[in-house]
């Protein structure tokens, strides 16, 4: 990667063993951002202050630091300090997700505090928390997979979302291992796969159940193992009893006798992996889907077996390090809850403050955005890392409640979306221009070097939240040092789930990263969870009866269609960076709705027609794809796009009972299809609206 003129050529490390020197389309193409034209260099505020109609203009830092500190503040004084609140992100080094968890605890004294991984892993965290006792993506390295005899693959594509990983699903494969991937879609890893099921979305939790009922029909029941290393089997045998093959195949679409090829395959396996993903977890059922994967796991004795267990494939570039250490509403550094006195005690040491002056746990990431300017509800925001109008479920309704807001406040890379609507815009340093570290999906924490210096007028996030934190009275409690930060992030973990207290950057830098847990300077790290015991109170898994629910909004005659969302191999989350990539846009320039020819041809529809997709939320036209790797009740379109292409302006925010987690996956939708001159009109009709605004 050439990072630009006169700025040094970058490669990846070829022996790195997670990746082995492998970079997707979006890491080969990332040096291009680093001197984008529209790169912010300077803070940016409002013209007229507290008119945000009025145009953003450069400002010093300052100026601009001035401004944020006595909104929060007068905020604070008129409101009570939960009316101030944080919105993080799961691309955030481990060393800014921390110090914007203090930031909010320390500097603001508020519990309004979410980030947007709760939209991506949460259901998966929670529903390992309950079985296992921690939340570690993979609880063995990425590089296991190449040695397991069987791979499940629940709702996840990684040949477009993860293609360096490819590389050890495709050595088992030629090594004769079978992969069965479930996936409404016949992606390029369903293609590649020995069997696929293609169920309709939402009902995956039934195709699991189904498939352990399979399992124990078949004699595949590892009972020693689960005498051994589990608790709680006799009432999920009870529930999994119903669950037939035709039953099953009756709710989810697949056919009998592919349900009982997949349940053969991973019982007969000596190795075998079950892997969820978004598309199994991002539903208002995820928590429970998930569990159903993880029993499925137990019964066959897989977690702690070498080349096996479960595992989850986390979404961002930091998914797993972003939710250890206290952007959660409801958490504090090393997965500590914020409601045990223990766990308050121990970090509030570490932060040089009383226990009693941390406040409680907060509300989730929708809920908090969804409460803006309700009584209780957060007035000011602080949003890092993050594009909510366009990421977040039912975005539109998101973009309105920013509006409501008194005061917002973000740092970007560039004027995103969310930034666009901001009182003030703060310029951040990119990857390459600032030090930190990641924890990657197979819990190894993992270096990011600085190797230039940001554009002069830009400082990193870390100098933003700790100049933030001196005007506000508190900034003895902060620095911006990276590795200072790292090491207090260390000492607030020990003793912790996710403890990070024997890691150091040397230590990094030496043995090509640390796997958490490693409580010690002489601990090696666990790069393989579950050998021996559980980190539970009697060291078993749990086994968790759940049952299929339908989904929480089934087709009907107004919406007869499913709508699912994705991601594509060209384009990242909100598509704020990767829609500002020449030779990604030129691969996929603009967002398109995968149909099925069958549904295409009831309704008229040809490809590259413009398709008004309807839901109850809203609705948004996108160009047409035409492709049987669909099912025919099902259309899919990704989430990469804002404005009249914005997927998330479609998408049902109904949260998951336990982690909170809103329903991307599947909503009731209809579709249409539409004239140019309609689109052109009502176009032109919106932009009239923002002006007015």
């Not at 570490?350 to 989730?364: A, D, H, R, T, Y």
């Not at 930190?436 to 830009?458: F, S």
């Not at 909004?553 to 191999?569: I, N, Q």
Request: proline share 8%.
């Amino acid at each position: 990667m050439q990072a630009g003129p006169g700025r040094p050529t970058l490669r990846p490390l070829e022996d790195f063993p997670t990746n082995r020197g492998g970079l997707c389309s979006k890491g080969w193409t990332a040096a291009d951002l680093l001197d984008h034209p529209d790169r912010l260099l300077a803070p940016l505020v409002r013209a007229d202050q507290g008119d945000r109609s009025s145009p953003l203009r450069p400002a010093g830092w300052d100026e601009a630091l001035d401004r944020v500190a006595a909104a929060f503040a007068g905020s604070r004084r008129r409101h009570g300090p939960h009316s101030v609140g944080c919105f993080g992100g799961g691309g955030l080094t481990n060393e800014k997700a921390y110090l914007l968890g203090k930031f909010a605890r320390v500097a603001l004294g508020t519990s309004a505090i979410d980030y947007n991984g709760r939209f991506c892993m949460s259901s998966a965290a929670a529903a390992a928390n309950r079985a296992f006792g921690i939340d570690r993506g993979l609880p063995f390295p990425l590089a296991d997979i190449a040695g397991a005899e069987a791979v499940l693959v629940v709702g996840g594509n990684p040949a477009e979302t993860m293609p360096p990983a490819m590389q050890f699903f495709d050595a088992g494969r030629a090594a004769g291992a079978r992969h069965v991937v479930v996936d409404p879609r016949a992606t390029p890893t369903a293609r590649g796969s020995t069997l696929h099921l293609q169920p309709t979305p939402g009902t995956d939790l039934a195709l699991a159940n189904g498939l352990l009922h399979l399992v124990l029909r078949q004699g595949h029941l590892d009972a020693e193992y689960v005498a051994a290393r589990t608790t709680g089997f006799a009432a999920v045998r009870a529930a999994v009893a119903g669950y037939w093959p035709d039953r099953v195949e009756r709710i989810t679409g697949v056919p009998e006798p592919l349900l009982r090829q997949a349940a053969r395959i991973l019982g007969a396996a000596g190795s075998a992996m079950i892997l969820t993903a978004r598309g199994a977890e991002q539903h208002s059922t995820g928590t429970d889907t998930t569990q159903a994967y993880i029993n499925l796991a137990l019964a066959l004795g897989l977690p702690g077996r070498p080349f096996s267990g479960y595992g989850t494939v986390t979404g961002q570039g930091n998914g797993q390090g972003g939710r250890e250490h206290g952007q959660k509403a409801d958490q504090l550094p090393g997965y500590r809850r914020l409601d045990d006195p223990r766990a308050r005690a121990h970090v509030a040491a570490v932060w040089g403050i009383g226990p009693e002056e941390l406040p409680g746990p907060g509300v989730s990431a929708y809920e908090l955005l969804d409460r803006i300017g309700a009584p209780g509800g957060v007035r000011a925001l602080l949003v890092l890392g993050s594009n909510p109008v366009v990421s977040a479920p039912n975005s539109r309704h998101v973009a309105n409640r920013l509006r409501a807001l008194e005061f917002l406040v973000v740092s970007d890379i560039f004027l995103s979306e969310t930034a666009a609507e901001a009182d003030v815009v703060f310029p951040t340093a990119q990857w390459a221009e600032e030090d930190g570290t990641m924890t990657n999906l197979e819990g190894r924490v993992i270096r990011r070097r600085r190797v230039l210096p940001p554009p002069p007028g830009v400082r990193d996030d870390l100098q933003l939240l700790t100049a933030l934190a001196d005007r506000l009275g508190r900034g003895k409690y902060f620095t911006a040092d990276p590795e200072q930060v790292f090491d207090e992030l260390c000492r607030a973990s020990a003793g912790g789930t996710a403890d990070y207290a024997g890691i150091t950057y040397q230590r990094i830098d030496a043995e090509q990263g640390v796997f958490w847990p490693c409580p010690a300077a002489d601990h090696p790290g666990t790069p393989r969870l579950f050998a021996d015991t559980f980190p539970t109170p009697d060291g078993r898994a749990r086994f968790v009866p759940v049952r299929h629910r339908e989904p929480a909004e089934a087709p009907d005659p107004e919406y007869p269609h499913v709508l699912t969302t994705g991601r594509v191999m060209q384009h990242y989350q909100s598509g704020n960076q990767t829609r500002r990539v020449r030779a990604l846009v030129a691969d996929q320039p603009e967002a398109r709705v995968e149909i099925h020819p069958d549904l295409a041809r009831r309704h008229g529809i040809v490809a590259g027609d413009l398709v008004r997709l309807r839901t109850r939320r809203g609705s948004a036209t996108f160009r047409a794809k035409l492709t049987d790797t669909i099912r025919p009740d099902t259309v899919f379109t990704p989430f990469h796009w804002g404005g009249s292409a914005s997927a998330n302006a479609l998408t049902n925010p109904a949260l998951d009972p336990s982690s909170r987690m809103p329903a991307f996956k599947a909503c009731a939708v209809a579709l249409s299809k539409v004239d140019m001159h309609t689109v052109d009109r009502e176009r032109g009709e919106s932009i009239a609206g923002d002006e007015e605004r």
